[in-house]
């Protein structure tokens, strides 16, 4: 079982950023993708970006491209997303997933990013 814990979220102004944090509780962290979802009110659930076990591979949803980053400490077991240009539209729960081929899917509670003036 894997356990994962976000934090860094918060109420930011538009063009602020935030950085959100997302440690793991496995001691097989750097065999995991990890990945960024966020989920609005009322909206499905969406990929935001996702990095290889290693970080030398990361892909980004359209609508983040240039403003976000996602990375990677195998070290310190932790998944971070670096989030600029922050918009009003970005207003979402934010969730850590990390994926194990197989069947190996856990998610965190998620994380709330409010950008409002």
């Known amino acids: 079982q894997v356990q994962l814990v976000e934090s860094g979220g918060g109420l930011v102004q538009p063009g602020g950023s935030l950085r959100l944090s997302c440690v793991a509780s496995?001691?097989?962290?750097?065999?995991?993708?990890m990945s960024w979802y966020r989920q609005a009110p009322g909206k499905v659930r969406e990929l935001v970006a996702t990095?290889?076990?290693?970080?030398?591979?990361?892909n980004y949803a359209d609508s983040v491209k240039g403003r976000f980053t996602i990375s990677r400490d195998n070290a310190k077991n932790t998944a971070y997303l670096q989030m600029n240009s922050l918009k009003p539209e970005d207003t979402a729960r934010y969730y850590c997933?990390?994926?194990?081929?197989?069947?190996?899917?856990?998610w965190g509670q998620g994380t709330q990013v409010t950008v409002s003036s």
């Open positions: 496995v001691f097989t962290f750097s065999s995991y993708g």
């Open positions: 997933n990390a994926k194990r081929w197989p069947t190996s899917d856990f």
């Open positions: 990095i290889s076990t290693t970080g030398t591979s990361s």
